[in-house]
């Protein structure tokens, strides 16, 4: 007898787990499970993000949430056919629950399901209005006194945070916040953006001069408006900078420049906030229901104490404040850390004639730009893909379908590809000196993003001037003390210095919690980023999601946004969803919220 092609196998386990699921039979949906399986569940029956890993986690899930969600029309997802490669036959495919519509993918083995992802699209009855159902924007017809667009847009302005009350405030107006609040903006959420900076975008535009986005455009787009076709593939920063504040303005975001939070708190018993702001020099209390940090996991400078800084008489601040290389000419720098800012500060200094020191302190992960986009990105960001049909939104949900758990395993292979294609490349590198690593387990860029948020370079030129010697390096040590005119090492080296960049990373949002609302809560939603992977920075147990971002988190009210443009974009639609359900006074019976393990 042949095979049964593809479909004929997806639809076949669909039907299955259709008619067990609406008969509520748990153990029946679990035995189609493989023993090994994932199930990510982006909001649909968890209100939550959770990856329910094997069976007895999903068999768990469904006994607390299978009655709520009443899930039924499990299909293969219109105009899309299964494939098979190597074993394993996957699909895209549709669903709908008691409230929402939902989109997913799911990967067979041996016919039972290894992953299955599932995704809210929609909550019905609160569709966004697009395509069929866009606004008309114009009223035809007469009628007395009628507004127009912009004297509407006006009049929510000068209403919204005084005479009427947001639904949700978004502190922190960078890439973030702009996404989320064009997404609540499409799901009709009042919503104030509260910004301390003058304008949109001036979060990337007060970085360090020389500062490209060092991910491809392909992704980096925001919601609902991808950059044109002509967009450059890097970024420079005052662009995407425009970029942000031309969004900001068409999306038509309530986004209050030159604000700043000052403090929040919580009343649990009329659930709400109260949001302390000073807009232009005056103080403003807003009263959201839902508060979202969106203050930037790059925002929180970590600034060294070492001895003798109060007594350097050179120019000295942390890579957030670094103004640029142009009047460092003939002068001599000395740039603590090894990672992404360390490189490309050094390297412009180096190119505006400063005599440049890194000093390195541990080991670093550096991945040639040109290497990380062929074997990293490209099948799904890339030209290549576009060209072949990829779709922002499916590469997005084909990355969100691959577990944390065996991500690692699955990013192995690609960074063994890359250290053999570079071999002569890190071997230069560690002739100069410079400590390399590949992450503690070997897998690379991403996973030390996912786990730690840093601890990496994408190399885009500096390595070659550490490799021949024109960034000169110390590395395995510490700075001991810094005195009137040079940084003292632990080895005893000293370095004349007329300016010293302390390019150490930065803290976790969890301390925005603590600076913006109290210690206590912060302590109470605990550290924010991370897997629990028990690795360097990233301590245990596994959470088997990110802590705290996008989800509920142990503060009714209180939730984090942000990562890079890709989860920004991506992740914005489930805490958009997640906002206006909430909003629309729908239960949202949170599944497995996450314990805290740690608090900062
Ligand atoms: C040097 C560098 C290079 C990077 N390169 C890339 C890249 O190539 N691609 C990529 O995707 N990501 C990159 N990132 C990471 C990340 O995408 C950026 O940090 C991005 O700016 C994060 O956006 P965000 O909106 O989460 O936070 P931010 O852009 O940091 O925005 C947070 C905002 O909150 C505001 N804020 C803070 N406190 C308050 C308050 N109390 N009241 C009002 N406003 C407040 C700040 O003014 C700020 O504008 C890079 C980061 C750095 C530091």
Redesign the pocket.
Known sequence: MLDKAPNGKVSDLLNALDKALSAGDVERAVDLFQADCYWRDLVTFTWNIKTMEGRDQVREMLKARLVDTKPSSWKIADGEEATETDGITESWIQFETDVARGFGHVRLKGGLIWTLLTTMSELKGYEEPLGFDRPMGAKHGAERNRKTWKEEREAEAAELGYSRQPYCVI?????????LGARLRQLNVPTII????ERPG???R???KS?????PVW??HLPYLPFPRNWPV??P?DKIGDWLEMYTKVMELNYWGS????KASYDEKRREWTVV?ERDGKEIVLKPKQLV????????PNMPKFEGMDIFKGDQHH??QHPGPDKYKGKKAVVIGSN??AH?ICAALWEAGADVTMVQRSSTHVVRSDSLMELGLAALYSEQAVQAGMTTAKADLIFASLPYKILPELQTPVYNAIRERDADFYKRLEKAGFLLDYGDDESGLFMKYLRRGSGYY?DVGASELVANGSIKLKSGVDVKELTEHSVILTDGTELPADLVVYATG?GSMNG?AA??ISREVADKVGKVWGLGSNTTKDPGPWEGEQRNMWKPTQQEGLWF????????RHYSQFLSLQLKARMEGIPTPVYGLQKVHHIN
Do not use: P
């Open positions: 502190v922190g107006g960078g890439q973030g916040g702009i996404a509260v910004e301390k900076n001036d979060s990337w007060k970085r360090y500062l490209c986005l060092h991910d992704y980096d890097f970024s920063k604000s700043e939070c000052k702001v940090l969106a203050t930037g996991m790059s925002a929180k890579s957030s992404n800012s490309d994408i930065y925005w600076d913006l946004h942000g990562g890079n443009l890709h989860q920004s």
